[in-house]
């Protein structure tokens, strides 16, 4: 007969989410996101305007000038797509920077809990990735976790 294997279970996403350093760094990240949707809307407003602008004096303009104008739009349109996709790269930079060493510290708590209680493994039950778990079989440590975090520096 096999023995017994001794395993745990917890919801990673619960316990990260109460710890307050993730609290801040959430509120953090919500304040870079309005920052960046803030001068995004600023650019494109600018862009709209200089636009309708354009639309209605074009028939008025010289060749040359009208063309001018339709490169300018044309070079604000590529920087404004540009700054998107940089303002993007930079929100999941400053999103690893901050919630890296939550993760970590989190990581670290579950190792420790799972050698001081012999586990054999810890199951993280988020995104119905374990659907079931015998209550008799594992033993659920969101809380234990939880507790271990706020207990520790």
Known sequence: MAAQVHFAHLSYDKVMQAMPEYITARQQMADLRVQYDGEMKRVEDEFNKKYEEFVVQQSELATPIRMKRQAELQEMMEKNIAFKEEARRLIAEAEQKAYGPIRERLDAAVKTIGQQ????????????????????QGEDITAAVADFLRTTP
Request: negative net charge; without cysteine.
């Open 117 to 136: 209680k012999g586990y054999a493994f810890i199951l993280n039950t988020d995104n119905a990735a374990v659907p079931y778990i015998d209550p008799q």
